[in-house]
């Protein structure tokens, strides 16, 4: 076995956020922390800060197909996943290219708008991202409102998350992560379908303002463990901790909703 077999190597295909608090900036930084050698193709670059978008570019699909090429071509990737992708042309590319390299522990995570609300997929891809990418996920990590854009259902007739999350699984992928934050309850509880059984993962729910990117963080975070070998549940679990420590650790930087803490286990936000 070569050093290179030693070293968990996962790929983040998503968008740059200028601000650094989400898309591949807390991707790579996520990886990062749970000790995984991070790789990216870039989707759309957008400019923004805690405040707001103020622009998004959406890339040209063989841009992002080459990138991808760089690194699966020379690297042994073990997981990969993908955030904000902009177009039906990038998602069929993205999609074309992961059967190509027969990538089997692909996480989608479904982001449709920005925390500030823009627009991160145009209306004509999101049918697309449904019936093309799902079936090639592990894992699909949608929150309460992307649950009700993929299944067509207002926010109030989500209902029981259980069954929601059984029904996400109609769309092809292999098992779903439906991401509690946004539902009502005293915890932080989110509803893992495996594609038998619903699995509840709880935490305490942290009390801060400090949550730019974090469904990014979440979902690399699960990629780093799945990358390191980890069984998909136990990889859930474990990020769920991860981010929870991450929101717990966050402090204020900018004017605006400020990002979650990457690095809080290695050191505090104004330590020498």
């Given at each position: 076995?070569?050093?290179?077999?030693?070293?968990?190597?996962?790929?983040?295909?998503?968008?740059?956020?200028?601000?650094?608090?989400a898309?591949?900036?807390?991707?790579?930084?996520?990886?990062?922390?749970?000790?995984?050698?991070?790789?990216?193709?870039?989707?759309?670059?957008?400019?923004?800060n805690?405040?707001g978008?103020?622009?998004?570019?959406?890339?040209?699909?063989?841009?992002?197909?080459?990138?991808?090429?760089?690194?699966?071509?020379?690297?042994?990737?073990?997981?990969?996943?993908?955030?904000?992708?902009?177009?039906?042309?990038?998602?069929?590319?993205?999609?074309?290219?992961?059967?190509?390299?027969?990538?089997?522990?692909?996480?989608?995570?479904?982001?449709?708008?920005?925390?500030?609300?823009?627009?991160?997929?145009?209306?004509?891809?999101?049918?697309?991202?449904?019936?093309?990418?799902?079936?090639?996920?592990?894992?699909?990590?949608?929150?309460a409102?992307?649950?009700?854009?993929?299944?067509?259902?207002k926010?109030?007739?989500?209902?029981d998350?259980?069954?929601?999350?059984?029904?996400?699984?109609?769309?092809?992928?292999?098992a779903?992560?439906?991401?509690?934050?946004?539902?009502?309850?005293?915890?932080?509880?989110?509803?893992?379908?495996?594609?038998?059984?619903?699995?509840?993962?709880?935490?305490?729910?942290?009390?801060?303002?400090?949550?730019?990117?974090?469904g990014?963080?979440?979902?690399?975070a699960?990629?780093?463990?799945?990358?390191?070998?980890?069984?998909?549940?136990?990889?859930?679990?474990?990020?769920?901790k991860?981010?929870?420590?991450?929101?717990?650790?966050?402090?204020?930087?900018?004017?605006?909703?400020?990002p979650?803490?990457?690095?809080?286990?290695?050191?505090?936000?104004?330590?020498?």
């Amino acid at each position: 076995m070569t050093d290179e077999e030693h070293i968990p190597v996962a790929l983040t295909i998503a968008g740059s956020d200028s601000g650094g608090g989400a898309g591949i900036q807390a991707d790579l930084r996520t990886f990062a922390a749970l000790r995984v050698f991070g790789t990216c193709a870039v989707t759309l670059v957008t400019a923004q800060n805690t405040l707001g978008v103020s622009r998004i570019d959406i890339l040209d699909p063989e841009l992002v197909g080459a990138q991808i090429d760089s690194v699966m071509t020379d690297f042994h990737v073990g997981a990969a996943k993908t955030g904000a992708l902009g177009s039906k042309e990038v998602i069929e590319l993205v999609s074309a290219k992961m059967e190509e390299y027969e990538m089997a522990n692909l996480v989608v995570d479904p982001v449709m708008v920005s925390k500030h609300g823009s627009l991160l997929i145009e209306d004509s891809a999101k049918k697309t991202l449904i019936d093309v990418l799902f079936p090639r996920a592990l894992l699909i990590t949608p929150n309460a409102h992307e649950a009700c854009a993929i299944l067509g259902v207002k926010p109030d007739d989500l209902g029981d998350p259980e069954d929601a999350a059984r029904k996400l699984a109609e769309t092809g992928a292999r098992a779903v992560l439906l991401k509690g934050g946004h539902l009502s309850s005293d915890d932080a509880v989110d509803y893992f379908f495996d594609g038998e059984t619903v699995h509840r993962i709880s935490a305490p729910r942290v009390e801060t303002k400090h949550t730019h990117g974090t469904g990014c963080t979440l979902s690399s975070a699960i990629t780093a463990y799945i990358a390191r070998g980890r069984d998909i549940l136990d990889a859930v679990r474990e990020g769920k901790k991860y981010v929870s420590g991450a929101l717990r650790a966050a402090r204020r930087i900018g004017h605006g909703v400020s990002p979650t803490h990457h690095m809080h286990e290695y050191y505090e936000w104004g330590a020498d």
